[in-house]
Nanobody, 120 residues
Framework: QGQLVESGGGLVQPGGSLNLSCATS????????MAWYRQTPGKQRELVAS???????YYKDSAKGRFTISRDNAKKSVYLQMNSLKLEDTGVYYC??????????????WGQGTQVTVSS
């Protein structure tokens, strides 16, 4: 029943910024920690940032000082503001509940993700 819709990605030059959005539905959003993950070809999906139900945040070391995760419980949405983007930030970004991702009858559920491409 849960749904995740990521948006906001795009093509950006190094040093640029993007703001990713994740709209959720079908869950009691406010009780869940949320997270952003990144997946690139040949690599495991990795945790980029997370935010607890009370607003505490965690960032992967490479994202510290550049990315900001936030949430809006009224809109049941989570955001990732990305500044000073680097080539290695390229990937498909997904949001999900944390630490346990949503599940459906087919297994762990992931939205379509949003592509972030940092290129000069």
């Amino acid at each position: 029943q849960g749904q995740l819709v990521e948006s906001g990605g795009g093509l950006v030059q190094p040093g640029g910024s993007l703001n990713l959005s994740c709209a959720t539905s079908g869950i009691v959003f406010s009780i869940y920690a949320m997270a952003w993950y990144r997946q690139t070809p040949g690599k495991q999906r990795e945790l980029v940032a997370s935010i607890t139900s009370s607003g505490g945040t965690y960032y992967k070391d490479s994202a510290k000082g550049r990315f900001t995760i936030s949430r809006d419980n009224a809109k049941k949405s989570v955001y990732l503001q990305m500044n000073s983007l680097k080539l290695e930030d390229t990937g498909v970004y997904y949001c999900n509940t944390f630490p346990d991702a949503l599940r459906d009858r087919r297994g762990t559920y992931w939205g379509q993700g949003t592509q972030v491409t940092v290129s000069s």
